[in-house]
């Protein structure tokens, strides 16, 4: 009963909205800002440049923030190449990051597998493969974007015990457990929707506030990379 008059006061129109757009618009802000102030500080770098910009898109996609467009068939392939850019640029920070060099080696068939990947549903967004949304796709899909993430971890953890300077680990200690902080996040807003029954109060609270959990989890990812790329410098 607790449960249901919070779930009834926190889903009411008056504060829904307010609630779930301001989590979105904070977890891009948090993103835009971090992005702006390493391209600030190291506009010479196009390694810096690029992390920046993976902030960005990763943004667009992961929020829902040009689905409203998708309503026009002729914007919806256009919306769906800017967010496949999105994950692309996002696997790739992990195969790159901080020294832009794909290390260890067998992270360039990763790379080639992700892009091809990622710019096929870009292509056809409404096919079943498609990740135009990660929250909404099959289990076999789930399990291709976490393996590309635990793909994306295990290169980092090889890169930091074998090949990465004392400067570049003190970058990437805390990036790694940011990101495996959002990672995981993801896996436990995705999985739960699975033993959830249709119908009762659990499952409407999943329904509303499942995705806006995850940017909460998530929103420690943006400072924690500021924070590394810019104290510690790349």
Known sequence: RALGGLLEAASSPDIYPLLVTGLEVSFVVALLVVSLAIAWATAGDWRNL???AVFITYAVWVTPTLDALTGDPALNHLVSMVQAVGLIFAIHFFLLFPDGRFTPRWTRVSSVFWIAYTLA??????AWFSLQDPFDVPFVIFATLMFGWVTGLVAQAARYRSDSTPQQRRQTRWVILAITGAVAGYGAVYLPGMFIAEGGV???AYELFSVPVFWLLAMPMAFA??????R???
């Open 202 to 204: 659990g499952r409407v």
């Open 121 to 126: 549903w870009g292509i056809s967004p409404d």
């Open 50 to 52: 690029f992390f920046s």
């Open 232 to 234: 510690h410098q790349l």
């Open 225 to 230: 990379l500021g924070i590394s790329m810019l």
